[in-house]
């Protein structure tokens, strides 16, 4: 398994062009079902948004040649602070334990940054009691604050 940046392509519209069908027709319909509600994060949007917000990173989450999730981490321009923006296992894939390897992999990668923040900021719905779980199990803690109805979580760099 591994993670990958989209980034690695020069233009956002050439990517657009070129890889739609490989990659993107998969990647927007990676969702995440609970089951009393279904959550469903645009990752095209993501990476639209990546090309706006420069310190937006948009990754792809792979298991062999096969995308299985995704997520996009971002500096803070205000304060500093790296941020977990979007962070998502396809529905079809939970469950075996690719979000515990990737989620420990993002933090490394970005622990391992020269311009890490003391900490790591995510955003979880409270309904969403798996990746709470998941996120908890890692040390992320309740900061108080909500933003966008989630709940902020935070990760101390030790």
Known sequence: MKITTVRE???FVYF???????????????TSYLPSEILYCH?????AES????????????FDTRM?????YGKDPEDG???????????AEQGKGYGKFALAQT????????????????GVKESNTAAMGLYQSFGFKDTGRREHGELLLEYVIQ
């Open 43 to 47: 990752n095209v949007y993501s990476l």
């Open 9 to 11: 392509f020069d233009q």
């Open 107 to 122: 933090i490394n990668f970005i622990k391992a940054l020269p311009d890490c923040s003391p900490t790591i900021i995510l």
């Open 16 to 30: 657009i062009e070129k890889y739609y069908r490989e990659k993107l027709a998969g990647m927007h319909s990676i």
């Open 68 to 72: 299985i999730g995704f997520l996009m």
């Open 51 to 62: 090309k706006f917000e420069p310190s937006f990173v948009p990754m792809g989450i792979y």
């Open 81 to 91: 602070t790296y941020w977990i923006i979007r962070f998502m296992i396809d529905q």
